[in-house]
């Protein structure tokens, strides 16, 4: 057998996976942001006021605490996702601003 060709196998299966795990990734994402959404227009608030990493800690408690959840259980968590909102955060312009690090040297433009 030639060595190439197993390994460009070996290299195919591990690009699947990781378009597989990508795809997983996306999925729960928007799974969340989705969550997110109704529980914010249940809560009267706009989706931006509500923590996406706030309510991703809670559904892996949740889930945790919980494997098999009750039939109101959604209506339940959309009360708590809705419940968890972001601080003030006066001045904030998405997306965010990328900062230039300080260099050891003077920049060459003319001024």
């Not at 060709?5 to 990734?25: A, W």
């Amino acid at each position: 057998m030639h060595p190439g060709r197993h390994l460009r196998s070996r290299q195919r299966r591990t690009l699947r996976r990781h378009v597989r795990e990508t795809d997983v990734y996306l999925l729960a994402y928007n799974v969340i942001r989705r969550m997110m959404l109704q529980a914010a227009r249940m809560g009267d608030a706009l989706p931006r006021q509500l923590s996406f990493t706030q309510t991703l800690q809670l559904c892996m408690a949740c889930r945790n605490f919980r494997p098999r959840p009750a039939p109101d259980a959604e209506q339940e968590y959309r009360h708590l996702i809705a419940q968890r909102r972001v601080g003030k955060r006066p001045g904030r312009i998405e997306p965010r601003a990328v900062k230039r690090r300080p260099k050891p040297f003077p920049l060459l433009t003319k001024r």
